[in-house]
């Protein structure tokens, strides 16, 4: 498994009418940052960019960086309605209570 790649894909739907992507690790979720428009940028914009860009020079964890990335898209508005997070007591998904 790639050292970037996140346990879980993380679920979005980033706009209605459009299908559900699945990003699979910090590249992607750099991707959907770097496309975040500039004046709907916030802390949990910036944790989850700092986060994301940090685990690509191994300076935090790609978990962390998935949750935070989880965090700002929970936020946005961007996750999508079906996504399941990873339990931190096992490794079994469960739903994402909305």
Not at 15 to 40: F, K, M, N, S, T
Not at 54 to 61: L, R
Not at 66 to 78: E, I, K, N
Request: with cysteine.
């Amino acid at each position: 498994m790639d050292r970037l790649q996140f346990e879980v894909p993380v679920r979005i739907a980033p706009a209605p009418g459009l299908p559900v992507e699945e990003i699979y690790g910090v590249e992607q979720a750099l991707d959907i940052l770097q496309d975040w428009p500039v004046r709907r940028r916030g802390p949990l914009y910036q944790k989850a960019f700092n986060a994301c860009f940090g685990a690509t020079v191994d300076v935090v964890k790609t978990e962390e960086a998935c949750r935070a990335f989880m965090a700002f898209c929970r936020a946005s508005g961007l996750m999508a309605r079906d996504m399941m997070t990873p339990s931190r007591r096992s490794s079994e998904a469960r739903p994402l209570q909305a």
